[in-house]
């Protein structure tokens, strides 16, 4: 188990840990560093995938999350089989979380979603969604291995709200104590300084249950400090409350220095949140021997005791929050004894609440991935929901009758190819219209001996070139929408399983992503052309799909790169056209 008989690093179990950049402010960038720097980081290969970085706003912050698909696809590639810890919280979050995960199951990957925010806002932020956002996300979440949250509240959202039957409770870690031999919980003699870091970006934090409480807290305790601090700003009616209590100062945002010195400086930290799960903030004050008064609610009274390391007050109420806050600002010894309390109960958290259940969960998914012979992409078995895997020679299993087209404006189309009917070889195209479209038909030679299906996008010359054809329109634009990619994500497994093509043959753009993706999970030979526009180096579409290619054609010498293959021409030359040794290019790996 953990920290006795060490394997070799060479055998180590790869973890992906997939989140915000660990220097994210923010929870979740204080998860990941707190997992860098604990015993795990020793006993697993830790490798850590950033999906959003806070310094990127639109298209950009687009870009980072596509560039750690490919980079999971290039880590679940290069190694084989391993297991992929994806962190969320909700709103947008959700939603790129959702595709990691799919995209993790794609790869062959075990993947555990880790939902980080508490009951209140799980349950307010589904209330907004429509149906169909509902089934999706449903859809997504139930193909992980495992789904976990930070509080039994929150896993009991996950349960009644979202569908996935078996929700794990593991809790964050809190940090290592200072080690500089100080005692953390030293009673200062003078006066008491509260403090409190929840901000005002984020309601369910509490910063207005405090406010109220605070002429309260100054009447009642004589000399005190309050230092508020975090996200966001005080909404404009709080601006005077907070000027007009004497010691009462908005500090604003703290970097992770200025936060520790004003945890070292305070008597009493108060976590008042309306909503909660099971905020990084408490478990740096318990690290940090600080006494503490939180309200009941979410993942904090899951781990606390009231008076025996913390005191626990109702959620918003500002009376009772002043009253605690009073009472231990009176009574140092008492603050002592919490303080300790609060320090102790974080060391067994980490131990058995964390590092134990997060050993387990990595050790038994990645076993049951050896079992099933090193999963990789393809590897067509069940995942941990019980959802319909593939057959060994990598077609679905449980074929729908037709897949659902995209936009619900779908082109006329024959039907599916039956099960029944004798073997022929089919290929799946797929393109965007206009000239995407254009250099799939100049590439006939190469796919015209197929039985051919279409997976493109509205367009009305495709509507028109295609006419007749087997045609499934996906969801439009592909461009800046991670909505749309998970859309596209179930819109390319239906389409898969019920076309069984033996390769997808794609000229770009976007579309190919999670064609290619899904393509991957059902063990279908992958051929990416690369569009003829690209006379150096590939697209954005064409280093995404690099890592999951059988074959990555470019059409200028000058473009090769990330493995990708010069054959000689163009589709604007008469060697396109020709077979190349062994075949066209699709006859050559289908």
């Not at 790869?107 to 509902?134: C, K, M, N, Y």
């Not at 320090?343 to 134990?356: F, T």
């Not at 082109?411 to 206009?434: F, N």
Request: glycine share 10%.
């Amino acid at each position: 188990m953990l920290l006795k008989n060490e394997p070799k690093k060479a055998r180590r179990i790869r973890v992906a840990q997939v989140g915000p950049a660990r220097a994210s402010r923010g929870g979740m960038g204080a998860v990941t560093r707190d997992l860098a720097a604990s015993p795990l980081a020793q006993r697993f290969d830790f490798e850590f995938v950033d999906s959003w970085r806070e310094d990127t706003r639109g298209a950009r912050r687009l870009l980072v999350f596509l560039a750690s698909l490919a980079r999971l696809a290039a880590w679940s590639l290069r190694r084989g089989a391993g297991v992929v810890h994806v962190h969320t919280a909700v709103r947008g979050s959700w939603y790129r979380k959702a595709v990691v995960v799919v995209v993790a199951k794609a790869l062959g990957q075990r993947a555990v979603l880790q939902v980080h925010s508490g009951e209140g806002d799980i349950t307010d932020f589904w209330a907004r969604l429509d149906p169909a956002r509902r089934a999706l996300i449903s859809w997504a979440f139930r193909r992980a291995d495992r789904v976990t949250s930070v509080s039994e509240a929150g896993a009991a959202a996950l349960r009644r709200l979202v569908g996935v039957e078996r929700v794990l409770v593991v809790r964050n870690a809190a940090p290592a104590a200072s080690a500089d031999g100080a005692d953390p919980v030293a009673t200062r003699p003078g006066d008491v300084e509260v403090l409190y870091l929840g901000g005002f970006a984020n309601r369910a934090k509490g910063g207005q249950v405090l406010v109220e409480a605070l002429p309260e807290i100054a009447r009642r305790v004589g000399d005190v400090r309050v230092v508020l601090a975090g996200p966001g700003e005080p909404p404009a009616a709080a601006v005077p409350v907070i000027d007009g209590v004497a010691g009462a100062h908005w500090r604003g945002w703290l970097d992770e220095d200025a936060k520790a010195a004003a945890l070292a400086a305070a008597d009493v930290v108060v976590f008042p949140s309306i909503s909660e799960g099971l905020p990084v903030a408490l478990l740096e004050a318990m690290a940090a021997g600080r006494c503490i008064v939180a309200a009941r609610t979410g993942g904090m009274p899951e781990i606390l005791t009231d008076d025996v390391d913390a005191v626990l007050v109702p959620a918003a109420d500002p009376d009772a929050l002043a009253d605690a806050v009073a009472a231990v600002a009176d009574d140092p010894a008492r603050r002592a004894r919490l303080s300790r309390g609060a320090l102790a109960r974080a060391a067994r958290l980490n131990r058995d609440e964390v590092y134990r259940p997060l050993e387990q969960i990595y050790v038994e998914l990645a076993s049951r991935a050896r079992r099933a012979g090193g999963a990789g992409p393809g590897a067509g078995e069940r995942n941990g929901s019980g959802d319909t895997g593939t057959s060994r020679n990598g077609h679905a299993r449980g074929v729908a009758a037709r897949p659902e087209r995209g936009d619900g404006e779908g082109l006329p189309g024959r039907g599916s190819p039956s099960a029944d009917t004798p073997h022929r070889r089919r290929a799946l195209l797929v393109c965007s219209p206009g000239g995407h479209l254009q250099q799939m038909l100049a590439l006939r030679p190469a796919w015209q001996e197929f039985d051919v299906s279409w997976a493109t996008l509205t367009g009305y010359d495709a509507e028109h070139i295609l006419a007749g054809e087997d045609v499934a329109i996906a969801h439009g634009p592909t461009n800046r929408s991670v909505l749309k990619l998970l859309r596209n994500l179930v819109f390319a497994d239906r389409l898969i399983r019920a076309r069984r093509p033996d390769v997808i043959l794609s000229t770009g753009a976007g579309l190919a992503v999670p064609m290619f993706l899904l393509g991957r999970f059902h063990g279908v030979r992958l051929v990416y052309v690369e569009s003829l526009t690209r006379t150096q180096g590939l697209s954005l579409s064409g280093r995404l799909v690099a890592p999951l290619a059988h074959e990555l054609f470019v059409q200028w010498p000058t473009a090769v790169e990330r493995g990708a293959r010069y054959a000689g021409g163009n589709i604007l030359t008469e060697g396109a056209a020709q077979p190349a040794a062994g075949g066209t290019a699709v006859e050559a790996t289908a």
